[in-house]
T-cell receptor
Framework: NAGVTQTPKFQVLKTGQSMTLQCAQDMNHNSMYWYRQDPGMGLRLIYYSASEGTTDKGEVPNGYNVSRLNKREFSLRLESAAPSQTSVYFC????????????FGPGTRLTVL | GESVGLHLPTLSVQEGDNSIINCAYS??????FIWYKQESGKGPQFIIDIRSNMDKRQGQRVTVLLNKTVKHLSLQIAATQPGDSAVYFC???????????????FGQGTELSVKP
């Protein structure tokens, strides 16, 4: 089991460019999540997908879109990147049946110039 | 509003000592709490969890205590080792809907530094 995988590991964008962060899990989990982590802070939820076919906004959804492609994959898209979106992005998944543990990927470090 | 905060942003301990990391939460509806360890350049790693119907749970060298009366959570690490050096986050789970997972609200984190 690879667990939760994310691509790319690093990315540099110019303001206004777009990109998609990819996430996949091989644990047959129902729920998937996208977080961002800024220096000296905890993780903040951007979007989540409680189950295949559903997505919902978290704490900081502005400037992002998501797609739950199938049960395994959950992508995060920045349509027009801004310097304020410079951050480390983490994807997580959980079984999603009641309160349960979320397992995290290794992160994508994004810099927007 | 919802918030989870840590009392001590940094903690320095001697190898072999016990460490205690504290956390306050504010949402009475939180039903589940998790402690994560994050090493530099890596994603958060699950350490231990506790459900709201418990007040103590023990793992290998770690113990989590939950005091719902004062909305306080703590992580105790016994015989702290250099490999325990990392940032520790508490997180509270806000239920989404019956039978579903939840939204995790994270605290700021405490950096634990273990001196050999």
């Amino acid at each position: 089991n690879a667990g939760v995988t994310q691509t790319p590991k690093f990315q540099v964008l110019k303001t206004g460019q777009s990109m998609t962060l990819q996430c996949a899990q091989d644990m047959n989990h129902n729920s998937m999540y996208w977080y961002r982590q800024d220096p000296g802070m905890g993780l903040r939820l951007i979007y989540y997908s409680a189950s295949e076919g559903t997505t919902d906004k978290g704490e900081v959804p502005n400037g992002y879109n998501v797609s739950r492609l199938n049960k395994r994959e959950f992508s995060l898209r920045l349509e027009s990147a801004a310097p304020s979106q410079t951050s480390v992005y983490f994807c997580a998944s959980s079984e999603g049946q009641g309160p349960d543990t979320q397992y995290f990927g290794p992160g994508t470090r994004l810099t927007v110039l | 509003g919802e918030s989870v905060g840590l009392h001590l942003p940094t903690l320095s301990v001697q190898e072999g000592d016990n460490s205690i990391i504290n956390c306050a939460y504010s949402n009475s509806a939180s039903d589940y709490f998790i402690w994560y360890k994050q090493e530099s350049g890596k994603g958060p790693q699950f350490i231990i969890d506790i459900r709201s119907n418990m007040d103590k749970r023990q793992g290998q060298r770690v113990t989590v205590l939950l005091n719902k009366t004062v909305k306080h959570l703590s992580l105790q690490i016994a015989a702290t080792q250099p490999g325990d050096s990392a940032v520790y986050f508490c997180a509270e789970n806000i239920p989404l809907a019956l039978g579903q997972g939840g939204k995790l609200i994270f605290g700021q984190g405490t950096e634990l530094s273990v001196k050999p």
